[in-house]
Structures are given as structure tokens and as C-alpha cells.
């Protein structure tokens, strides 16, 4: 990927693509089809309902690795639609994702003991719980509570403070299953669980992308909002 471009809205979305691979998920989290012929990001952006701003900040944010908080908040950003993009996320993440990966997974250790194999499966179901927990806790509590900022409600026994001191590192745990496997796997090899390990590693650096998201673009944005609200 290119470092230290930054994209703006004459900028081909089919460039966008090319030189950055990953911003096909991006893409899928606002809404976006592909087909988009040789319209900018503005025309793709308009075209989809999408808030300009909102998506070439991500965009911005992660082509460039930011990893820490952002400061000045653009005030076109969008926090309802900085909102969709993460609820299309965490669908992503545990309707396909995580199942995807555990169906290929089954199928790469079936050679493997009983024991192991139970080991392995566990490991990983331990894992999906913390994600799905994590998420939910999001979905039910976070969202809401900023949606209702948004209609200039306050809430006097929460704050995004709190969700920021609980916010764990949900990929920690991803990392020791892919470091189980290939430190310690005790069956041989084979395309298949080469392909789960590709898949592990790509969801490993998504999952970073989405919770550095969360804490260094979202959480900043909503402390903005909450000081607006007072």
C-alpha cells in the first residue's frame, strides 16, 4: 500500500482500490458496490448516500496507519454514518468472517487427534464469545447512546469515557490461535491450512484497522459531540 498519500475526492475510487487492496472491505462497511466505472470518490460517494468527508477520513485514517487519537475533528464528519460503517463491520466480522474461518478450519485439522482438534476448535469458539461479547456490548449500550446525542439527549450515568476504559484489544486472543498453530501444530501441512493461516493473518491486521477505528477516530469524534450536547 501507499504511505503517506493522501486521498481526496477527485481521486479515481477504482485507484483507491488498486493500490490499496483492503479498502475493498471499506467499501462493502459504507454501503459501496463495485462497478463503479471511472467515477472519483465524490461521484461514488454522492451516487451511494455516503457523507464524503466521513469516508475519506477513514479512508485517510487507515491508508495511513494512524494510530493515535485524531485531533481537530472535521465537523462534516458523519457520526451516524461513522456508525453504519462499524454495525456493517461487526456483521462482517460475525455473520462471515469468524464462521468462514471456522469451517476451513475444521476441515485443515480433521487429520489431527480428537484431542487436539477439541483443543484447536475450543480455543477459537472461546475467542468468537469475547468478539461477539465485545461487539454486542457495542451494538447495545454504544450505539444507542450516541444516536441519542445525536437527537440532543444526555444520559447523566454514561459517557463514552466509560466504554473507552472497558475497550479491550479484541485481536490479542486471534493472535495466540495463529501462534498455536504454527508453533505447535502436530499434523502435517497442507494448502488448506495455509489458506486458514492467510486468513487468520488478514483478519489479525482487520481487526487491528477496526479497533484503532474505534479508539483513535470514533471515540475523539464522540467526545466532540458530548462537549456540544453540554
Known amino acids: 500500500m501507499y504511505k503517506d498519500r493522501i486521498y481526496r475526492e477527485t481521486d479515481k475510487m477504482s485507484d483507491l482500490i488498486c493500490d ?11 454501503g459501496i458496490d463495485l462497478g463503479f466505472g471511472e467515477q472519483n470518490i465524490k461521484e461514488v460517494c454522492n451516487q451511494n448516500g455516503v457523507n464524503l468527508c466521513t469516508f475519506l477520513t477513514v479512508v485517510n485514517f487507515l491508508t ?19 456508525i453504519s460503517y462499524l454495525h456493517n463491520a461487526h456483521t462482517y466480522f460475525l455473520e462471515f468472517r469468524l464462521p468462514h474461518i471456522r469451517r476451513k478450519l475444521v476441515d485443515a485439522i480433521d487429520r489431527c487427534s480428537e484431542d487436539v482438534t477439541f483443543v484447536i476448535i475450543r480455543f477459537f469458539d472461546e475467542y468468537v464469545t469475547e468478539v461477539y461479547k465485545h461487539m454486542t456490548y457495542e451494538e447495545t ?39 498455536l498453530l504454527i508453533k505447535y501444530y502436530p499434523g502435517p501441512s497442507s494448502h488448506l491450512l495455509n489458506s486458514v493461516l492467510f486468513d487468520i493473518f488478514a483478519t489479525e491486521q482487520d481487526l487491528t484497522s477496526h479497533s484503532h477505528i474505534e479508539d483513535y477516530l470514533f471515540i475523539p469524534a464522540i467526545k466532540e459531540l458530548e462537549k456540544s450536547c453540554i
Do not use: A, C, W
Not at 154 to 177: A, G
Open 20 to 30: 490499496n487492496y483492503p479498502m475493498v472491505l471499506v467499501l462493502n462497511r459504507f
Open 64 to 82: 495511513n496507519n494512524i494510530s493515535k487519537p485524531v485531533t481537530n475533528i472535521n465537523k462534516g464528519l458523519s457520526v451516524e454514518n461513522l
Open 141 to 179: 449500550t454504544v450505539f444507542p447512546y450516541v444516536r441519542g446525542l445525536l437527537k440532543g439527549e444526555i444520559d447523566p450515568k454514561y459517557n463514552i469515557s466509560i466504554f473507552s476504559k472497558r475497550h479491550d484489544q479484541i485481536e490479542m486472543k486471534i493472535i495466540e490461535l495463529k501462534n
